[in-house]
């Protein structure tokens, strides 16, 4: 995984600790619309923490500025492309999409401002999200001729169910933090200036975990969700067993037992 902050063109990184870094999508002036480079820079990034995330425990994924999280796809970009060059383009957000969405090493997704198109797609592929009281969500890509196609109509459905995931796409209309709060999309609706704080305040609680933990209950909790209860069931036991000849499971138990924090290594 590349270690150079400036590796990509359009994501800003900071490490925080060891263990957590913040991700940004950069492009304040463009309100961070998602374009072709940082459709690589995405994937690329998330790629590359799926072969080797060395001692990364947890990712808060947000914008650049206090405007916008992502306005959704560059349409000036756009503008004039031909249906070859469309079809290409969107070949690379498929693969940032599955990136995203694939990626071991929970996301936390931090939205500081507008969420639109596929804005709100990369938000959808986070583990969970918090956002800022003046964030705002939409699926507009019905009123463009187009649908969602970064994962939306899976995505929103499974966090906010069928029949409002309907009206929201097929309408285009925005919402609210609060009501992407009250439906289930976001999990804590924040003041902005205690948004990212806050997130962090959450990644380091899961960075203090046990890695593989961690990694295994996400990977039990995605997969399992597409299966019958049985074989959820199945898939999370030999979630489990995996832990069972771990460092880290032995250092646990005797950490409690010594009434001291768990020093764990990930092994």
């Known amino acids: 995984m590349s270690s ?3 590796a990509f063109e359009t994501l800003s990184l900071q490490p925080v600790d060891e263990h957590v870094t913040i991700v940004r999508l950069n492009r304040p002036n463009a309100s961070n619309a998602l374009n072709t480079q940082m459709g690589r820079d995405l994937m690329r990034y998330f790629e590359e923490v799926a072969l080797d995330s060395r001692s990364l425990r947890c990712i808060v994924l947000t914008g650049a500025g206090d405007k916008a999280f992502c306005a959704g796809g560059d349409l000036k970009e756009r503008r004039g492309m031909t249906d070859e060059a469309w079809t290409r383009q969107h070949v690379i957000f498929e693969r940032m ?3 995203l969405i694939d990626c071991p090493v929970p996301i936390i997704g931090a939205v500081n401002g507008a969420a639109y198109g596929g804005g709100c797609e990369i938000a959808g592929c986070c583990d969970f999200l918090y956002a800022a009281e ?7 890509e019905v009123t463009l001729g187009i649908m969602p196609g970064g994962g939306g109509t899976q995505t929103l459905p499974r966090a906010v169910g069928e029949r409002r995931a309907k009206e929201l796409i097929l309408t285009g209309k925005p919402f609210t933090s609060a009501e992407a709060r009250d439906w289930g999309f976001v999990n804590e609706v924040f003041p902005l200036s205690e948004l990212l704080p806050s997130a ?3 990644a380091s609680r899961i960075a203090r ?3 593989i933990s961690v990694r295994q209950a996400k990977l039990s909790i995605h997969r399992g969700l597409q299966l019958s209860l049985r074989d959820g069931l199945a898939l999370e036991i030999e979630a489990y067993n995996r832990m069972v000849p771990t460092e880290d499971r032995r250092e646990g138990v005797l950490a409690f037992n010594e009434k001291r924090p768990p020093n ?3 092994r």
């Open 264 to 266: 764990f290594k990930g």
């Open 97 to 99: 999409v599955r990136a």
């Open 209 to 211: 975990n046990a890695p």
């Open 134 to 140: 003046s964030a705002r969500f939409a699926l507009t």
């Open 4 to 6: 150079d902050p400036s």
């Open 200 to 202: 962090l305040a959450t």
